[in-house]
């Protein structure tokens, strides 16, 4: 009977032992096997983050890596390329994104394209220049001997008709007599007469000096030189006693009381000169006196060798303070719009090649700062500023500071730029092992990335170095010289320091090559001194050699 009942309860134990094994199993299972399975995604998500975030430079966006740390070129912190990359769906792949701590790092200031009245202080420099249309010269009519010479040295001023000396002509005495014959058949020959005393008109002999001959009734041996104007002798080509042929030159006499002001104007400055626009102008010899004229006449050619053409005012000189070969300094404010306005922007927004005007167009509404490359058609230049023909609207946002280091992330990026306007890479001359991530994207170890940086940026330089000059046209002429170079990016000099910054492609123009375009056009280098025919044909500001 105990056997029985102890088997019975062996059994039910047994039963309730399995059934609770059984639910301990199945609850086991729910709870922790979920557990785990969550805790082995929640691990290969982790994975496959740490696996995806790339870090890169918000300065130089070719360094790629995947742990953080600092750029091997500039030492800025790496950011996750997420961080720098914008979430917008219209995102133009030609944009170059930054941080706001890039944009601070690299002082790039931005500024918006207004309109207004172009306006631009044209410096020139001339010279006083006699008027040609009151120029003399006196040349013997008739061939003879000076006997006496009434003005003996050249600066002395005449009054017209006034005796400069006097002449014997045995051809002028033989003339006479035939006048004196002729004169007694007047009334039976008079055409016999009145060539005859025409041919003493043509000796240029006045009708007073033709009569009182008529009326002594015998030749004259000697005649006088009269001045055919009122001015400055100026030439004085014969002594007492020379003997002259018909043709030979005596005397030149100028008028010095209307002058002529002569400025040089470069090709550059053409644009903001018209006829009738006034020019202010100084002189040393007068200290502290402004002189004032319109420009009545614009020279319609170009000095081939100086590069400049002629810019004439007419000029009242009654009191001959104003003298021939004077050194002048004038101001012309030109307005070249008129009424209208124009599209402006400064000179520091722009890139140049030579050919290609460039600027970098901020993208508006995104998270981080963004541009864009653009070509654009400049105008005249306006003071600190260009007049934009083509390639931007009245209110868009460009950078004006720092465009430079914008230019240089694009073609390390492979996007467009200055230098490579349809974008790519740039060629290295190395290939690196890469792995692809799960993206396509290339990994790159720093050291890798830093010595293709180097590789690729050793073409871009940036070289400063001393050309002699003077003036604002010294300015334009070395600077013009310098960009006509292909692979030359940017030209400034400064006419104070006499230093010029230079950024150039090494691999498509050289150093030397930069320094001889600018010894071409008439300025000394470091390294190459300009030829001495060419400085010599400088206009007289541009004569640095002599201010030294």
């Given at each position: 009977m105990k056997t029985k009942i102890l088997k019975s309860i062996n059994k039910r134990e047994i039963i309730i032992i399995v059934i609770t094994l059984i639910i301990g199993i199945f609850l086991g299972g729910l709870f922790f096997g979920n557990s785990e399975e969550d805790r082995k995604t929640h691990s290969h998500e982790e994975i496959t983050d740490a696996q995806e975030t790339i870090y890169t430079c918000s300065m130089h966006p070719q360094i790629k890596q995947n742990e953080p740390g600092l750029c091997p070129i500039c030492a800025m912190d790496l950011v996750p390329m997420t961080s720098v990359q914008s979430d917008e769906d219209d995102v133009d792949p030609n944009e170059i994104q930054m941080t706001e701590s890039a944009i601070k790092l690299a002082d790039i200031q931005t500024g918006i394209v207004k309109r207004g009245v172009p306006e631009k202080s044209v410096h020139l420099f001339g010279k006083i220049k006699a008027d040609e249309r009151n120029i003399a010269k006196l040349t013997a009519r008739f061939g003879g001997r000076i006997e006496k010479l009434d003005i003996n040295f050249t600066g002395q001023n005449v009054r017209k008709g006034q005796k400069l000396g006097t002449i014997y002509s045995p051809e002028l005495i033989t003339a006479?007599?035939?006048?004196?014959?002729?004169?007694?058949?007047?009334?039976?020959?008079?055409s016999f007469y009145k060539a005859s005393r025409s041919k003493l008109k043509l000796w240029n002999l006045t009708n007073e000096q033709i009569d009182a001959i008529e009326n002594n009734g015998e030749p004259k041996l000697h005649f006088d030189i009269l001045s055919p104007i009122t001015g400055t002798v100026t030439n004085r080509y014969v002594a007492i006693g020379d003997y002259i042929k018909e043709g030979s030159a005596l005397f030149e006499v100028i008028d010095l009381t209307n002058i002529w002001v002569i400025f040089d104007a470069y090709e550059s400055d053409l644009p903001w000169i018209n006829v009738?626009?006034?020019?202010?102008?100084?002189?040393?010899?007068?200290?502290?006196?402004?002189?004032?004229?319109?420009?009545?006449y614009i020279d319609p050619f170009i000095n081939a060798s100086t590069r400049v053409t002629q810019v004439r005012v007419n000029f009242g000189n009654p009191e001959l303070l104003l003298k021939p070969e004077m050194f002048v300094n004038g101001i012309l404010e030109s307005k070249i719009a008129k009424n209208s306005t124009e599209l402006l922007i400064p000179k520091s927004s722009i890139l140049w090649t030579g050919k290609r005007a460039v600027v970098y167009v901020k993208i508006a509404d995104r998270k981080n700062p963004s541009f864009l490359y653009r070509?654009?058609?400049?105008?005249?230049?306006?003071?600190?500023?260009?007049?934009?023909?083509?390639?931007?609207t009245e209110g868009e946002e460009i950078a004006i500071n720092g465009v430079f280091k914008i230019d240089a992330s694009a073609q390390?990026?492979?996007?467009?730029?200055?230098?490579?306007?349809?974008?790519?890479?740039?060629?290295?001359?190395?290939?690196?092992a890469h792995l692809p991530d799960e993206q396509g994207d290339m990994e790159m170890s720093s050291s890798d990335d830093h010595s293709s940086h180097e590789q690729g940026a050793a073409d871009l330089k940036h070289e400063?170095?001393?050309?002699?000059?003077?003036?604002?046209?010294?300015k334009d002429r070395i600077e013009n010289a310098v960009l006509s170079l292909k692979g030359v990016n940017s030209?400034?000099?400064?006419?104070?320091?006499?230093?010029?910054?230079?950024?150039?492609?090494?691999?498509?123009?050289?150093?030397?090559?930069?320094?001889?375009?600018?010894?071409?056009?008439?300025?000394?280098?470091e390294k190459v001194k300009a030829p001495d025919e060419v400085y010599n044909n400088l206009p007289g500001c541009c004569l640095y050699r002599d201010s030294k």
């Amino acid at each position: 009977m105990k056997t029985k009942i102890l088997k019975s309860i062996n059994k039910r134990e047994i039963i309730i032992i399995v059934i609770t094994l059984i639910i301990g199993i199945f609850l086991g299972g729910l709870f922790f096997g979920n557990s785990e399975e969550d805790r082995k995604t929640h691990s290969h998500e982790e994975i496959t983050d740490a696996q995806e975030t790339i870090y890169t430079c918000s300065m130089h966006p070719q360094i790629k890596q995947n742990e953080p740390g600092l750029c091997p070129i500039c030492a800025m912190d790496l950011v996750p390329m997420t961080s720098v990359q914008s979430d917008e769906d219209d995102v133009d792949p030609n944009e170059i994104q930054m941080t706001e701590s890039a944009i601070k790092l690299a002082d790039i200031q931005t500024g918006i394209v207004k309109r207004g009245v172009p306006e631009k202080s044209v410096h020139l420099f001339g010279k006083i220049k006699a008027d040609e249309r009151n120029i003399a010269k006196l040349t013997a009519r008739f061939g003879g001997r000076i006997e006496k010479l009434d003005i003996n040295f050249t600066g002395q001023n005449v009054r017209k008709g006034q005796k400069l000396g006097t002449i014997y002509s045995p051809e002028l005495i033989t003339a006479q007599k035939e006048l004196l014959e002729a004169l007694k058949y007047k009334e039976t020959n008079p055409s016999f007469y009145k060539a005859s005393r025409s041919k003493l008109k043509l000796w240029n002999l006045t009708n007073e000096q033709i009569d009182a001959i008529e009326n002594n009734g015998e030749p004259k041996l000697h005649f006088d030189i009269l001045s055919p104007i009122t001015g400055t002798v100026t030439n004085r080509y014969v002594a007492i006693g020379d003997y002259i042929k018909e043709g030979s030159a005596l005397f030149e006499v100028i008028d010095l009381t209307n002058i002529w002001v002569i400025f040089d104007a470069y090709e550059s400055d053409l644009p903001w000169i018209n006829v009738n626009d006034n020019i202010d102008f100084t002189l040393q010899s007068v200290p502290g006196k402004l002189y004032s004229g319109k420009v009545a006449y614009i020279d319609p050619f170009i000095n081939a060798s100086t590069r400049v053409t002629q810019v004439r005012v007419n000029f009242g000189n009654p009191e001959l303070l104003l003298k021939p070969e004077m050194f002048v300094n004038g101001i012309l404010e030109s307005k070249i719009a008129k009424n209208s306005t124009e599209l402006l922007i400064p000179k520091s927004s722009i890139l140049w090649t030579g050919k290609r005007a460039v600027v970098y167009v901020k993208i508006a509404d995104r998270k981080n700062p963004s541009f864009l490359y653009r070509e654009i058609i400049l105008g005249p230049e306006a003071g600190d500023f260009y007049v934009v023909s083509e390639g931007l609207t009245e209110g868009e946002e460009i950078a004006i500071n720092g465009v430079f280091k914008i230019d240089a992330s694009a073609q390390l990026a492979g996007k467009p730029s200055m230098m490579n306007p349809e974008g790519g890479k740039i060629s290295t001359g190395h290939n690196h092992a890469h792995l692809p991530d799960e993206q396509g994207d290339m990994e790159m170890s720093s050291s890798d990335d830093h010595s293709s940086h180097e590789q690729g940026a050793a073409d871009l330089k940036h070289e400063m170095f001393i050309v002699g000059g003077s003036c604002e046209m010294c300015k334009d002429r070395i600077e013009n010289a310098v960009l006509s170079l292909k692979g030359v990016n940017s030209a400034e000099w400064d006419s104070e320091t006499k230093m010029i910054h230079v950024s150039y492609d090494s691999g498509k123009v050289k150093l030397i090559d930069i320094h001889k375009e600018i010894a071409k056009v008439g300025h000394d280098t470091e390294k190459v001194k300009a030829p001495d025919e060419v400085y010599n044909n400088l206009p007289g500001c541009c004569l640095y050699r002599d201010s030294k």
